[in-house]
């Protein structure tokens, strides 16, 4: 099924043509001066580039449990042991979800064409939750042993204000 593709021309872009995913949908950006022909072969190409990326760093629903459980014995003493761990595309306003009573991780799709060290950073925060439910200072002491934390919090941060919501709102 081919995505829902929005194409936006520029009269500044003169040669390159980039695409990129927001909300639902391929935002294709081309020069303004390109026939319908040339944007319609670019759309194409585009979209072939963008699978082909995002599918070297999409992790299966079973890779990312084998993740999780590499995590919680590098970071967590082995100690936090999920039921499961899955991607979820129903996730507006947060990253991940642990539910702590059945040992569940939901990790939002969106997360699937980030770093894999941001994806590992919301997988162990998520994980660490299995060990302290809330965001006290024993929670952070395990999310903090990773050594990316800071940069991850970082990035999350731009994506989230790059895409206008609230990023407390997806601790």
């Given amino acids: 099924m081919r995505p829902e593709v929005e194409v936006r021309r520029s009269a500044r872009r003169t040669r390159t043509v980039s695409a990129y995913r927001k909300d639902g949908k391929v935002i294709v950006m081309i020069p303004a001066r390109f026939t319908r022909a040339e944007e319609s072969e670019w759309v ?3 979209l072939a580039r963008l699978e082909k990326s995002e599918s070297r760093t999409r992790r299966t629903d079973e890779q990312l449990m ?3 459980l590499d995590l919680s014995r590098e970071y967590l003493h082995g100690r936090a042991r999920p039921v499961s761990v899955r991607w979820v ?4 306003t947060r990253w991940g979800s642990c539910t702590t009573g059945d040992g569940t991780i939901r ?4 997360l699937q064409p980030m770093p894999s060290w941001v994806q ?3 997988l162990l925060h998520e994980l660490a939750h299995l060990l302290e439910p809330s965001h006290n200072q024993r929670f952070w002491h395990w999310v903090d042993k990773y050594t990316r934390a800071e940069r991850a919090k970082g990035y999350l941060e ?3 204000a790059a895409a206008g919501f609230d990023y407390e709102a997806c601790d």
């Fill in 158 to 160: 731009g994506v989230a």
């Fill in 66 to 68: 084998e993740r999780a």
């Fill in 120 to 122: 590992d950073y919301v």
């Fill in 44 to 46: 194409d190409t585009m």
């Fill in 107 to 110: 990790l939002s799709d969106r």
């Fill in 89 to 92: 595309d129903n996730m507006t």
